[in-house]
Structures are given as C-alpha cells and as structure tokens.
C-alpha cells in the first residue's frame, strides 16, 4: 500500500466551507499521488473551534464543546471524501464529549465502503489530564481492513510497550501525534520506532505543525509525518521507510509492504515478536545490591 502521512497545519477558519475546501484539497493531493490510507494527526480537528469565534477557540472548556458539536459533520465529510477518492482516512483526532464525565480524545478511522470505527486515546498526557480534564476512552481494537490489519495508538500511547502489544495482530500500527517541542517528537517518534521494533510492524507517525495563536491547547506544533519499520529484512537498516522534514506542512508518502512485515515475523534476523512471552516473570523490580 502506499501511506500519507501528515504534517498538519491547523488554521483558523472563515466558516464551513473554508474547512470543507481545506480537508477535500489534502485528501485529493494525497489520492492523485496513489495513496490508499491517509493519516491525519492528534488534535488536528481543534481548528474546528475557530468557526465558533476566536474567545471560544481560546477556552479550554469551550474549545471542547465547540470541536465536539461539530464532529457529526466532520465525520460526515471524512466519510464522503474516503469514498469519493476511493481511500482509508484516520480523521484528525478531536475532544468528544460523550455524556459520561469528562470528554475523551477520539480519533475516527473510515473506509471507502462506507465502514467508521472510533478510536480513543487510552493514557492522558500531563495537560491533557492537569488542566485540560480529557480522559482516557474505550479499549483498543485491531482493525481487520482491505490494506491489512491495521491499529491506533494516539501520541504519548506510542510510548506504552503493553499498549502496542494489545495490538499485536496488528501489521501496521498509525500513531496521530500532537507536540509542541521537539522534545516531544522525538519522544513519539522513539516510542513509535520503538514499537515497530517490539511489534516487527510498519508504524505511521502524523504531527500537527505550526502556531495557533487563538489556541491555548495547540498553541505551538513541532513535527513531521514518518513511516517506520523494524531494521531487518526487507526493510531498511534505519528503520526509517520515509521522514518529512521537520515542521513543513504537506504529505510524507511511503509504499510499504506487509508482505515484509509477514516475512520479517516468520524469519527475521531476530523475532522480537515471537520471545516475547520469554519476558513473564521478569515485569516485577529487580532487587537493589548494593556494591562497595
């Protein structure tokens, strides 16, 4: 398959229209390049807060209920473009308020037949769960699709070991990223690549990329799109399949084949996969010696 994945730079929007024209243009570029699954990153939706006015864009509380009531029409729209251009799209995740407590982070990931699936962040960064009140969502699901099967793991949840391995049937694993220092893209992108190695996956990493000064929640964006894989057979010996450059907007595109990654799990150089159960026993503390 061939992947997108996004460097995203969120704008303030006149209206609908202007977000409808927006997200049509980045799906179509990325359709007439061959693409079949597009990812889209972290919070990316948060500038759908802007066409309820710069004061509300600027609330926490009310950036949430604003990006929430408008995420109906998002998926909407999300779902006509994938099956318009014939393509797997995980939508830009968004604050949902699901009138059970505080609101979660939810990504939604739809197939050009028409199918939808929700995915939820799981653990809550320190903002997220300090100031901002998100919790984490539903339980993880492998997704059995017409590309392979795929999984989500939502930015700091890249850099959860027990988390991927929940996902273990997955082939390629989409990690959606929101960080505003370089700090914490290379903290997602360790733990993504980290992950392809665990896994013996493809990881897609997404960043959303810029400043947002009607936004205390994504005010400053820094990152790249990525696609990663274990360095073994059949992959490259960085692990890097493809990186964009560091905070420019647009798609980075990648081919991959989970043909490798079949063949990598069944006879790599190594089979991290597979010794895993080799670990049971081993996840409590070692003891302290103390050495003089």
Same mark, same amino acid.
């Given at each position: ?36 699954? *597009? ?42 473009? =994938? ?5 797997? %799209? ?21 197939? +050009? ?32 699709? =017409? ?6 793991? %939502? ?6 070991? *027990? ?67 274990? +360095? ?8 890097? %399949? ?15 084949? *989970? ?34």
């Amino acid at each position: 398959m061939k992947i997108a994945t996004a460097a995203y730079n969120m704008d303030f929007l006149d209206d609908w229209a202007a977000y409808e024209a927006k997200l049509e243009r980045w799906v179509s570029g990325a359709a007439g390049e061959g693409a079949d699954l *597009l990812v889209f990153p972290e919070y990316g939706a948060m500038e759908l807060a802007t066409l309820a006015g710069r004061d509300v864009a600027m609330d926490l509380q009310g950036s949430i209920r604003a990006v929430s009531q408008r995420v109906p029409e998002a998926d909407a729209l999300h779902a006509k473009l =994938a099956e318009r251009y014939e393509v797997h %799209i995980l939508a830009a995740s968004a604050p949902v308020e699901t009138g059970e407590g505080l609101p979660v982070n939810r990504a939604r990931f739809f197939a +050009p037949g028409g199918a939808m699936a929700t995915i939820d962040k799981q653990i809550m960064t320190r903002f997220e769960r300090e100031e901002w009140g998100v919790r984490g969502g539903a339980p993880l699901e492998v997704f059995d699709t =017409a590309l392979g099967r795929i999984g989500v793991l %939502i930015c700091y949840d890249s850099e959860f070991p *027990l988390l991927a391995r929940g996902l273990s049937e997955a082939e390629l694993l989409l990690v959606p990223s929101c960080t505003e220092v370089l700090a914490g893209y290379w903290r997602v992108r360790i733990g993504s690549m980290a992950r392809a190695l665990e896994q013996q996956c493809a990881v897609a990493m997404s960043s959303t990329v810029g400043t947002c000064d009607w936004s205390y929640a994504v005010d400053t964006n820094c990152g790249a799109g990525g696609v990663f894989a274990p +360095p073994d057979r059949g992959f490259p010996s960085t692990g890097v %399949i493809a990186e964009g450059k560091l905070n420019a907007p647009g798609w980075t595109f990648a081919e991959v084949d *989970l043909a490798a990654v079949a063949e990598v799990r069944r006879d790599g150089v190594v089979l991290n996969r597979t010794h895993w159960a080799e670990q049971s026993g081993r996840d409590g503390r070692a003891p302290v010696t103390l050495l003089k």
